[in-house]
């Protein structure tokens, strides 16, 4: 008798723990998607990696920023 009501319960616990997770799958967010890739340039004065969207485009290629291309501009001129 002990182990038919052991099993009973064991059976009504895995029911609910089972229960519970579907509810919650059903009623979760979809994630957010993923932002688009963006290109990666190099620096062409220190070499440092970053987006296209924030390089400053110049004579001799993509820079981090308005002093190295500056720098490499006057050093190539």
Known sequence: MKFLLLLVV???VLWLAGRGRRRVGRGAAAPPPLPAQEDVVACS?????LPRSEALPGRGGMFCSQDHRAAFEQ???
């Open 75 to 77: 050093a190539h001129s």
């Open 45 to 49: 004065h220190c070499g440092l990696h």
């Open 10 to 12: 064991i059976v009504a």
